[in-house]
């Protein structure tokens, strides 16, 4: 059964850090490209990042260009997005996926920027 659980979220100051964190289990983490996926409130989910399977290159929604890196742990099959500067329009449900629509995708992390 194929297992995303997110964790990491957090209401976080504009300007402030956060890590978040992707468990993965079910399928061979190793073989996939994954993905970052947010859905801000009202709207809909949009792509943020990917990373390849052998995480020597990644890739960036414009929006998160400069502040957001991905990263990957072959030996603990996990996936992260490390997130700096951030602002209020961050906001969102913050999605971890293996495919590029996003359709297999966990059920999500809250991160709240704000004060």
């Known amino acids: 059964q194929v297992q995303l659980v997110e964790s990491g979220g957090a209401l976080v100051q504009p300007g402030g850090s956060l890590r978040l964190s992707c468990a993965t289990s079910?399928?061979?983490?190793?073989?996939?490209?994954m993905y970052w996926f947010r859905q801000p409130p009202g709207q809909e989910i949009e792509w943020i990042a990917t990373i390849t399977t052998d995480g020597d290159s990644a890739w960036y929604a414009d929006s998160v260009d400069g502040r957001f890196r991905i990263t990957r742990n072959k030996r603990r099959n996990t996936l992260s997005l490390e997130m700096k500067q951030l602002k209020p329009e961050d906001t969102a449900v913050y999605y971890c996926?293996?495919?590029?629509?996003?359709?297999?995708r966990g059920q999500g992390t809250q991160v709240t920027v704000g004060s």
């Open positions: 079910g399928f061979i983490f190793n073989a996939y490209v």
């Open positions: 996926a293996k495919d590029q629509k996003g359709a297999a």
